[in-house]
C-alpha cells in the first residue's frame, strides 16, 4: 500500500513536467515558425541579412503577421534615423570645416530631420487603427517611407568637392539609408497582400 501512495503522490509531478515538457517544445516551435516567418518575408528586401538580424530579436512580437513586421521595421528604422540624427548633428561641431561643408551638414542634418518626422508619421499611422480606408493610410505611409529614404541618400550629395567627408558622412548614414529600404519594401509587401 505504501509504495502505491508514493506512486500517486508522484502522478501529479510527472504530470505538471509532461505538460513543462510538451509547452516547451510548442514554445520552440512558434518561436521558430516566427523566425522563419521573419526570414521568408526579409528575402524580398534589399538587405536580407540586416534585416533579419534589425528584426529577428522582436519574432514573438511580430508573430507571421506583415501589417506588425513592417510596424516592427518602421520602429527599429526610426530609432536608427534618431540616433543617425544624432550622430551628425555632433560631427557638425567638429572643428575646420569650410564653409560648404558647414552648409552641406545643416542640409544632411534637416533631411535627417525630416525623415524622422516622416517615419513618426508612419509609425503613428500603421499603429493606430482608424476609420480612414486601409488603402490610403498605406499609400501615405509608402510616400512618407519612400520619402525619408530619398532624404537619407539625399544626405551626402552637399559633400561633392570633399570625397573624404562624404564618406564620413556616409558611413554615418548607411545604416538607417539600408533599413528604411528594408522597411518600404516590407511595407509594400504588407501592402500587397491586403490586394
Known sequence: MEGSCFIYSLLPNILLITLLFTSSISLISLQETNLEFIRTSCNLTSYPT????????????????????????ISVTLNKTRSTSSAMVKLSKVHGMTPIEVSAMKDCIELLSDSVYELQKSLGEMSTPGSKDIRFVISDIQTWVSSALTNEDTCTEGFVDD??????????????????SNALALINNYASLRG
Open 50 to 73: 540586416l534585416c533579419f538580424n534589425s528584426l529577428s530579436t522582436q519574432a514573438c512580437a511580430i508573430q507571421t503577421s506583415p501589417k506588425l513586421l513592417a510596424q516592427m521595421a
Open 163 to 180: 570625397p573624404k567627408m562624404k564618406k564620413v558622412v556616409r558611413g554615418k548614414i548607411v545604416n538607417a539609408a539600408h533599413l528604411t
